[in-house]
């Protein structure tokens, strides 16, 4: 699995995650939170439903006892024959009637017969059916008071349906009962708004009759004296709550059921709805956002490294170039394997080098061994017709012999130094310590090599000049070297310096020249086994010079100017001791700097 897909993966599920954790917490505790607040915005309408019937009842009690107590009552009943009706409707009148929400009065005698009736229904008089009247002389139990306190109210099932009714005792002073007054009220079968505002509850009064349809029925069922509110969701939009009133007798008479919209929950919904649809589109746009900028930040990046890093071979090693510019981790991580790169060029080279110096070697001493023999027995040869000829009478024939003989040592001597450089590269190199002047040793070498007299050579050693402790034989092969270098640079002619001086544990020995100089891009090469920009050269000098300073724990420099001169400084231990580069810090001088400064001086 690749990392874009696995972040994709770790950024689906974490946010799967999140919106399931969030999808239930909406759910449960703020949606659960209206619904707990409609339930009891519905508990407490349904309770006011109870109420207000119950309120119903007690004003049509409180109805009856005033009306039962007027003295035109008592008179009345007392003396129907004698007394006319219109005593009794000049205090039970219309407008008490209708602020009561009266519509039947009857006033019963001692007997529980029928004396007086009325009705009234919408602001008009309705004649009291006979049905009525029967009904409360079959139950004498609701209109025969035997103490003057007792009272009877509460909701009645009558042949015109569902009343609330009041039947209390007409007395005198003398607490003496006459008869008894009967106040009905009919319970409205339709739906009675407990507000007209179409949005919000609506509160149904429904008479509980024989036939109660199933779904009453069980919501009867649900309602208990402990639980004396039942609240029911049909669907998404409605809630109702139910409550039951009893009748007189205890048998339950009437449903209050109270109906309001779910505006709450509805709310509740959409808000969560909202929220949830807002994460959602917020996720998906910040978790574009991150895999976009992660992709271009860091994927993108980290493909085109690991390409190019799968693209390197040793044959491209050296065109190779990983390094993304910036200093963040990605880039930081190029430059690490840039700097890798950097180590492997550099050890690819160094084998490039061994491999060379291996075949170098090979040859050198197949080369330098058949040669090395029959070169002396020339020199050997050479010196013997010397001899030989030095017996000679011709001084002409001597002088030419003499000359040609000098030349066949001359070049003998070259191939010997050629086959010498060979092996002093190759084999490893044992120093045969000894007292070593090298002014002396400086002086015979400038003896040796043949200086054109176009050449003006000086040499400056300090007076106390110390004698080092070196390999005699390889010193005076590396200033040889260095002189005979100079002597070619300077084809039409110049001046040779070779200067010395002491500098504290070390000795300081430059070779000057006022000759061709070295080119810049040369100047990197000149220390390179084979590097020549002579035709008869073999780019073998300077490699040796090197490696025998560096064996003596010494260190060679070289400065040039193009067409000014070259020189060349070595510094060497007095004594030898294992680590000359210890010596710089020292004496605090550094010698690299010092060749430097010392040059422009000599030229
Ligand atoms: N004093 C100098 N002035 C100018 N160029 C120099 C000087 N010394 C060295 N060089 C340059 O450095 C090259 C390498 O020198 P090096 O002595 O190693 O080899 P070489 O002189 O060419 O051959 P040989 O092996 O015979 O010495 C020379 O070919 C020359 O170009
Ligand atoms: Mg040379």
Same mark, same amino acid.
């Given at each position: 699995m690749n990392l874009r897909l696995k972040l994709f993966t770790l950024f689906s599920v974490t946010y799967l995650l999140i919106f399931i954790v969030i999808q239930f917490a909406s759910n449960s505790v703020l949606l659960g939170g209206m619904e707990e607040l409609e339930n009891r915005e519905i508990t407490g309408e349904t309770a006011n439903g109870v109420a207000s019937v119950k309120q119903r009842i007690s004003d049509i009690e409180y109805a009856t006892r005033r009306f039962a107590s007027y003295d035109n009552i008592y008179r009345f009943t007392k003396a129907p024959d004698l007394v006319s009706e219109e005593y009794v409707w000049r205090v039970v009148n219309d407008a008490a009637l209708s602020e009561s929400n009266i519509n039947y009065v009857i006033i019963f005698?001692?007997?529980?017969?029928?004396?007086?009736?009325?009705?009234?229904?919408?602001?008009?008089?309705?004649?009291?059916?006979?049905?009525? #009247?029967?009904?409360?002389?079959?139950?004498?139990?609701? #209109?025969?008071?035997?103490?003057?306190?007792?009272?009877?109210?509460?909701?009645?099932?009558?042949?015109?349906?569902?009343?609330?009714?009041?039947?209390?005792?007409?007395?005198?002073?003398?607490?003496?009962?006459?008869?008894?007054? #009967?106040?009905?009220?009919?319970?409205?079968?339709?739906?009675?708004?407990?507000?007209?505002?179409?949005?919000?509850?609506?509160?149904?009064?429904?008479?509980?009759?024989?036939?109660?349809?199933?779904?009453?029925?069980?919501?009867?069922?649900?309602?208990?004296?402990?639980?004396?509110?039942?609240?029911?969701?049909?669907n998404e939009d409605t809630i109702k709550g139910y409550s039951v009133v009893n009748d007189l007798y205890g048998n339950p008479a009437i449903l209050v059921a109270v109906e309001a919209p779910r505006l709450i929950y509805g709310m509740g919904e959409k808000m969560v709805n909202y929220f949830v649809l807002s994460f959602v589109l917020i996720g998906i746009s910040i978790g574009m956002l991150a895999i976009l900028a992660l992709n271009r930040l860091v994927i993108m990046p980290l493909s085109k490294l690991s390409g190019e890093?799968?693209?390197?071979?040793?044959?491209?090693?050296?065109?190779?170039? #990983?390094?993304?510019?910036?200093?963040?981790?990605?880039?930081?991580?190029?430059?690490?394997?840039?700097?890798?790169?950097?180590?492997?060029?550099?050890?690819?080279?160094?084998?490039?080098?061994?491999?060379?110096?291996?075949?170098?070697?090979?040859?050198?001493?197949?080369?330098?061994?058949?040669?090395?023999?029959?070169?002396?027995?020339?020199?050997?040869?050479?010196?013997?017709?010397?001899?030989?000829?030095?017996?000679?009478?011709?001084?002409?024939?001597?002088?030419?012999?003499?000359?040609?003989?000098?030349?066949?040592?001359e070049q003998a001597t070259y191939m010997n130094k050629i086959v010498s450089d060979l092996q002093g590269l190759t084999k490893g190199l044992s120093l045969e310590i000894e007292d070593v002047y090298l002014v002396e040793m400086v002086e015979g070498i400038l003896e040796s090599v043949q200086i054109p007299e176009n050449i003006f050579s000086q040499v400056y050693f300090e007076e106390d000049f110390p004698e080092i402790f070196a390999d005699k034989a390889k010193i005076q092969r590396v200033l040889t070297n260095l002189i005979i270098n100079a002597i070619q640079s300077m084809q039409t002619g110049g001046e040779l310096v070779v200067r010395g001086h002491k500098d504290g544990k070390k000795v300081c020995i430059s070779v000057i020249d006022t000759g061709c100089g070295i080119t810049k891009p040369n100047l990197d090469k000149i220390f390179d086994p084979l590097f020549t920009t002579k035709a008869k050269g073999t780019g073998l000098g300077l490699t040796v010079c090197k490696r025998i300073v560096e064996a003596h724990s010494g260190e060679i420099f070289v400065k040039s100017h193009q067409g000014v001169g070259t020189m060349f400084t070595i510094f060497l231990p007095i004594k030898q001791e294992p680590k000359s580069v210890e010596d710089k810090t020292e004496t605090g001088i550094d010698y690299a700097s010092y060749h430097e400064h010392i040059l422009p001086s000599c030229l």
């Open positions: 005698d001692l007997e529980g017969e029928s004396i007086l009736e009325k009705g009234y229904y919408k602001n008009s008089k309705i004649a009291v059916s006979e049905e009525l #009247v029967n009904f409360f002389e079959m139950n004498s139990i609701l #209109v025969v008071h035997q103490k003057v306190d007792s009272k009877l109210s509460g909701l009645l099932k009558t042949p015109l349906g569902l009343c609330a009714i009041s039947s209390q005792p007409i007395s005198s002073e003398e607490d003496k009962i006459v008869g008894s007054m #009967v106040l009905c009220s009919l319970i409205e079968t339709e739906t009675e708004k407990a507000t007209s505002d179409p949005t919000l509850m609506q509160v149904n009064l429904v008479p509980l009759t024989e036939n109660i349809p199933a779904h009453t029925a069980s919501i009867l069922h649900e309602i208990t004296n402990d639980d004396p509110i039942y609240v029911e969701k049909p890093v799968a693209e390197i071979n040793p044959q491209t090693i050296n065109e190779t170039s #990983v390094a993304i510019p910036g200093d963040d981790e990605i880039a930081r991580l190029s430059q690490d394997i840039e700097g890798m790169l950097k180590t492997l060029r550099e050890y690819q080279n160094r084998m490039k080098e061994t491999e060379r110096m291996v075949s170098i070697g090979a040859t050198a001493t197949m080369v330098g061994h058949d040669l090395r023999n029959p070169l002396q027995v020339v020199v050997m040869l050479t010196d013997l017709i010397k001899k030989k000829i030095n017996r000679l009478s011709d001084d002409e024939q001597h002088q030419e012999i003499e000359r040609l003989t000098n030349r066949i040592k």
